[in-house]
């Protein structure tokens, strides 16, 4: 299993979050973030304004998926959550060891 | 070491963190987020309403651990964010490979 | 590819961040989170004045940067972090497996 983590733009979510339920998958968590990446000092678009990109808010979306669903995954990001502007955000991919469904306590990839 | 990352409903937050006190757990680090499981389009209880499962609100609680108390922290997550309905959360675990103690730069088992 | 987190005080944070761009990192995330480490019960400062501590508001700082980088970015986090006093936070390093960059596709080290 890995977790698929992508700091991506707010607007993008919903795009994405259905990308992603078209490919199968079945959970996803969200949390809200701020980040800059290379361009930190010069400027960025935000919500039709232009600012010097310090901080900025950005949605932060955690996939974990069996290991042979990374691709598709990965794949689906880029394409959803692209608009070709610099800030589009980044795609992480981290080893995971196990996951375990509380409710029921089924482990490893029948508890995704 | 490990990181056990564990989303749970939000009412059972400071049990599990008691019962994780109780076993010997000397941190841990809690952050909001929301997300879904499988029943996404389907009904799942919050706050005694009932709602479509889209993005609702869950607690991310992360504790490191060293490997060999993984289990008992996994079992006591489990026993004690358990309601047994849907939406009960999941667990997650993943490898840390090292962790320092930024006050003294004490870094490894020691530092947890 | 390693992910260094860091769970710090608030008011470290922009001291934090300039010393890592100083040192040539080129992007960082950063969300609001609560935790606590060893003296849960004991007391801790925090803005002035005196808490029990039991979940105490903390910067989460994430920085995806090379193997060869990581030494540097922990060394830093603890020179910019520390202030001595307990609760100074804690700095975990967790493999990535790959990175991608969503604008372009680009992966791995040339997409950090
Ligand atoms: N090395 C990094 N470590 C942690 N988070 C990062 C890193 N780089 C980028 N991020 C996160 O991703 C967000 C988006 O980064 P961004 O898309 O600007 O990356 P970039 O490499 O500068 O690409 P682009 O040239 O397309 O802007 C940042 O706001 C930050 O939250
Ligand atoms: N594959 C996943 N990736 C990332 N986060 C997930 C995943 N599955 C679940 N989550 C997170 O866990 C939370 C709780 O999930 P949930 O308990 O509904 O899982 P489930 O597998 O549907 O189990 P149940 O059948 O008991 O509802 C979600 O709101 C989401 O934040
Ligand atoms: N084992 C852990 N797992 C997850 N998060 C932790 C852990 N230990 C500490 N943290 C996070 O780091 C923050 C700061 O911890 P803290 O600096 O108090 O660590 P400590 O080990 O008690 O060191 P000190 O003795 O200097 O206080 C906590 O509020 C929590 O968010
Ligand atoms: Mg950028
Ligand atoms: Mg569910
Ligand atoms: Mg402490």
Do not use: C, N, W
């Not at 981290?94 to 508890?111: F, K, L, S």
Request: proline fraction near 3%; hydrophobic fraction near 40%.
């Amino acid at each position: 299993m890995k977790k698929v983590e992508a700091v991506i733009r707010h607007f993008k979510l919903e795009e994405v979050k259905d990308a992603l339920t078209e490919i199968g998958v079945q959970g996803m968590t969200v949390s809200e973030v701020r980040g800059f990446g290379r361009q930190k000092g010069h400027k960025e678009q935000y919500r039709g304004a232009e600012y010097t990109v310090d901080f900025l808010p950005k949605a932060k979306m955690e996939v974990i998926v069996p290991d042979d669903q990374v691709k598709a995954v990965v794949d689906t990001i880029l394409e959803s959550a692209r608009t070709g502007q610099i800030g589009d955000g980044k795609i992480f991919v981290m080893p995971v060891e196990d996951i375990i469904r509380i409710r029921t306590g089924e482990a490893g990839d029948t508890a995704l």
